[in-house]
């Protein structure tokens, strides 16, 4: 082999190795799967895809574990029948009417579907079964309070006065912790 020929067989290499190193770099690489495509839910509550139904963005809004909690979201019913959908956890249910091809807007005055108990502390997340009749899906459901104040209003019974957040919640030096 001449001295150019190996020239060239290094050259290209070295180029190679600086394509390679350049899209590793950049997030271009075949590693890193495109955000794009990756599904999550854009809300606070969950989505997710029954046969019968879709769920989107279904949460829970309370004051506490043991106060009512009303149920939000979205619940569509991909079929050509009424669906009743039962929503289920360990302290309450709730149905939910969805008309044929058409969706129920748990926000709307009209669609209110309320839990006796919540079921877990605001900020935590509660075992919710959902159930057609036809199918069930067992899903964690978030449970929030009226600290967003774009859920106040659905707190059942009314959001307190008081804003729920730390600032109301006496600090450690108030305790005289020795700070």
Same mark, same amino acid.
């Given at each position: @082999?001449?001295?150019?020929?190996?020239?060239?067989?290094? @050259?290209?290499?070295?180029?190679?190795?600086?394509?390679?190193?350049? &899209?590793?770099?950049?997030?271009?690489?075949?590693?890193?799967?495109?955000?794009?495509?990756?599904?999550?839910?854009?809300?606070?509550?969950?989505?997710?895809?029954?046969?019968?139904?879709? &769920?989107?963005?279904?949460?829970?809004?309370?004051?506490?574990?043991?106060?009512?909690?009303?149920?939000?979201?979205?619940?569509?019913?991909?079929?050509?029948?009424?669906?009743?959908?039962?929503?289920?956890?360990?302290?309450?249910?709730?149905?939910?009417?969805?008309?044929?091809?058409?969706?129920?807007?748990?926000?709307?005055?009209?669609?209110?579907?309320?839990?006796?108990?919540?079921?877990?502390?605001?900020?935590?997340?509660?075992?919710?079964?959902?159930?057609?009749?036809?199918?069930?899906?067992?899903?964690?459901?978030?449970?929030?309070?009226?600290?967003?104040?774009?859920?106040?209003?659905?707190?059942?019974?009314?959001?307190?006065?008081?804003?729920?957040?730390?600032?109301?919640?006496?600090?450690?030096?108030?305790?005289?912790?020795?700070?």
């Amino acid at each position: @082999m001449n001295i150019a020929a190996r020239k060239k067989a290094k @050259m290209a290499g070295l180029c190679a190795a600086v394509v390679a190193a350049t &899209l590793s770099v950049t997030g271009c690489s075949y590693i890193n799967p495109q955000a794009t495509t990756m599904q999550y839910s854009p809300g606070d509550g969950i989505v997710e895809e029954m046969d019968q139904v879709s &769920l989107n963005n279904i949460l829970i809004v309370a004051e506490s574990e043991n106060d009512p909690g009303r149920i939000l979201g979205t619940v569509v019913n991909k079929t050509d029948q009424d669906i009743t959908l039962t929503v289920t956890t360990d302290q309450a249910s709730a149905e939910v009417e969805v008309p044929a091809n058409g969706e129920t807007r748990l926000q709307d005055s009209e669609n209110e579907a309320t839990l006796d108990q919540a079921g877990a502390q605001p900020g935590m997340m509660v075992e919710t079964t959902f159930d057609t009749g036809e199918s069930e899906l067992t899903k964690s459901v978030p449970v929030l309070d009226h600290t967003f104040p774009r859920y106040a209003e659905y707190i059942p019974g009314g959001a307190p006065e008081t804003p729920a957040n730390p600032s109301n919640t006496p600090g450690a030096a108030e305790h005289g912790s020795g700070h």
